[in-house]
Nanobody, 119 residues
Framework: QVQLMESGGGLVQAGGSLRLSCVVSGIAFSNYGIGWYRQAPGQQRELVASISRGGGLSNYQDSVKGRFSISRDNAKNTTYLHMDSLKPEDTAVYYC????????????WGQGTLVTVSS
């Protein structure tokens, strides 16, 4: 059974940085394109960044381009989301999962990690 374990969230001031991590266990991690998602209070979950199986290709939502960077370490079954120049509107619970643009079905969601950006 696939398990997703996100970590690294916290409270940060606007303009600050955080690095999120997600360990994926129970599956051949390197076989899947991976995405980072976020869900703000009262909002739908949205895909903010994705990375290809080998890590050579990445895509970003327009609102985070130039500020967020997605990466992965297939040897550690881990994906990272480095977030710079954080804004209050980045406040959300962040999750990892398959890249929904290419996956027929997503894994069950992990617990996510909360990022709170104060103004």
């Amino acid at each position: 059974q696939v398990q997703l374990m996100e970590s690294g969230g916290g409270l940060v001031q606007a303009g600050g940085s955080l690095r999120l991590s997600c360990v994926v266990s129970g599956i051949a991690f390197s076989n899947y394109g991976i995405g980072w998602y976020r869900q703000a209070p009262g909002q739908q979950r949205e895909l903010v960044a994705s990375i290809s199986r080998g890590g050579g290709l990445s895509n970003y939502q327009d609102s985070v381009k130039g500020r967020f960077s997605i990466s992965r370490d297939n040897a550690k079954n881990t994906t990272y989301l480095h977030m710079d120049s954080l804004k209050p509107e980045d406040t959300a619970v962040y999750y990892c999962n398959k890249d929904l643009r290419i996956a027929a079905r997503l894994w069950s969601w992990g617990q996510g990690t909360l990022v709170t950006v104060s103004s």
